[in-house]
């Protein structure tokens, strides 16, 4: 699938955010953001990057586990994600290859479609600490493709919408840098954050349809 002009972009970020609002989620969301091309106001935009903070499922129903085991072979439903969750919505119930239910997999069936392009970030912390402690990361093991593009805008935050911020990227006045001036704004040098900008552009131009990545941090 080929990517979003910028009001479909805009359209899809807002039918994510009203499906957190409205629906029962595999684990609590508590934060939404979009950030890289859609953020910066291109159009059109070939990928759409969307940020979800989620809690870690500390306390939930470990008995609703044996049923999925059985009827899909995945394990900790009532541990990882929420097991009533997984009653309603078993169409989106992922494991991961360990087969334990992936939060960020099932999050990800439940907020998007298909073969749409986008990106689906999903961590713990919220957006701006992830950037920096991906910025650190990134550094210490020399690959910059983990790094975060701290180019953010947070949409929807503890069941608060950004009405503004949704006009905003409607309208393409977020003034944002380029992605190595970011970097540098984070305490990279110039040298490393052009190499670091360009290694990430690389490794997105290679991503095709749907991706996602969970984190914890």
């Not at 002009?5 to 629906?23: G, H, L, S, Y």
Request: net charge negative; aromatic share 6%.
């Amino acid at each position: 699938m080929s990517g979003f002009d910028r009001e479909a972009a805009v359209d899809r970020v807002e039918e994510i955010v009203d499906t957190v609002e409205d629906e029962r989620m595999p684990v609590p969301v508590r934060e939404v953001w979009v950030y890289g091309d859609v953020a910066l106001g291109l159009d059109p935009i070939d990928r759409l990057d969307v940020y979800v903070t989620k809690d870690v499922l500390l306390r939930d129903d470990p008995g609703g586990e044996d049923e999925f085991v059985e009827s899909h072979g995945v394990r900790g439903v009532g541990k990882s994600v929420r097991a009533d969750w997984a009653v309603e919505y078993p169409e989106y119930l992922r494991a991961n290859a360990n087969g334990h239910a992936a939060p960020e997999k099932c999050l990800a069936a439940h907020l998007l479609s298909g073969d749409e392009p986008i990106h689906l970030e999903v961590c713990n912390a919220s957006f701006e600490d992830n950037v920096t402690q991906r910025l650190r990361g990134a550094q210490l093991r020399e690959d910059y493709t983990q790094l975060l593009d701290p180019r953010g805008v947070c949409l929807w935050v503890d069941g608060t919408r950004s009405e503004e911020a949704f006009r905003k990227l409607r309208e393409s006045e977020f003034a944002l840098p380029t992605l190595s001036a970011a970097l540098e704004m984070l305490g990279m040098d110039e040298k490393e954050a052009t190499a670091a900008a360009e290694e990430v552009h690389a490794w997105r131009d290679e991503q095709d349809g749907m991706t996602v990545r969970g984190d914890v941090v």
